[in-house]
């Protein structure tokens, strides 16, 4: 069964860093493209990063240069390194497999002060 | 970027009753290869996105058949046969053709 568990979410101040990591079971992160979604409190979904199975990683404007988007193969998760915090990216963050095949339940990042 | 515009934003609807859904792109989603990567997804109240549909017209697996989907080129259509209760949500569309993936605005679906 196709599993996606995202941890690393909480209460940050603006301009901090945080970590989100997607631990993955039945089937392989390298072998998919994986990406990062993520929704504001009542808004829409807002699609954040993408990383295909050789290794090309693609940004949504909002987040470039800020955001990475990583994996650990050994480990078999997806991470969503997230530096230069602003209020703006508060929101629940999910990963979900190719192309949104399978979702996590998300994890709720508050960038507040 | 490629943008998604999905109309309508809101959708009242009778059960038993049919609903569509029209999702339009600003560029093309046919792909190199042929394909056209248009999906759409159901959001129920509390819980992570779920996709219905992918590429355009295939219906994921334990997607009931009164959901449908079709288009081509910029111009989408989901469509749900006759609405339960069950079908309360949001839908989106999304494009996964382009590198920098994008969402509709979302249409949120309720019971009349």
């Not at chain 2, 992918?54 to 079709?70: C, E, L």
């Not at chain 2, 006759?82 to 989106?92: C, K, Q």
């Amino acid at each position: 069964e196709v599993q996606l568990v995202e941890s690393g979410g909480g209460l940050i101040q603006p301009g901090g860093s945080l970590r989100l990591s997607c631990a993955a079971s039945g089937f392989t992160v390298s072998s998919n493209y994986m990406s990062w979604v993520r929704q504001a409190p009542g808004k829409g979904l807002e699609w954040v990063s993408v990383i295909y199975s050789g290794g090309s990683t693609y940004y949504a404007d909002s987040v470039k240069g800020r955001f990475t988007i990583s994996r650990d193969n050994s480990k078999n998760t997806l991470y969503l390194q997230m530096n230069s915090l602003r209020a703006e990216d508060t929101a629940v963050y999910y990963c979900a497999r190719a192309g949104g095949g399978s979702w996590g339940q998300g994890t709720l990042v508050t960038v507040s002060s | 970027d490629v943008v998604m515009t999905q109309s309508p934003l809101s959708l009242p609807v009778t059960l038993g009753q049919p609903a569509s859904i029209s999702c339009r792109s600003s560029q093309s989603l046919v792909y190199s290869d042929g394909n056209t990567y248009l999906n759409w997804f159901q959001q129920r109240p509390g819980q992570s996105p779920r996709r219905l549909i992918y590429k355009v017209s295939n219906r994921d697996s334990g997607v009931p058949d009164r959901f449908s989907g079709s288009g081509s080129g910029t111009d989408f259509t989901l469509k749900i046969s006759r609405v339960e209760a069950e079908d309360v949500g949001v839908y989106y569309c999304m494009q996964g053709t382009h590198s920098k993936y994008t969402f509709g605005q979302g249409t949120k679906l309720e019971i009349k």
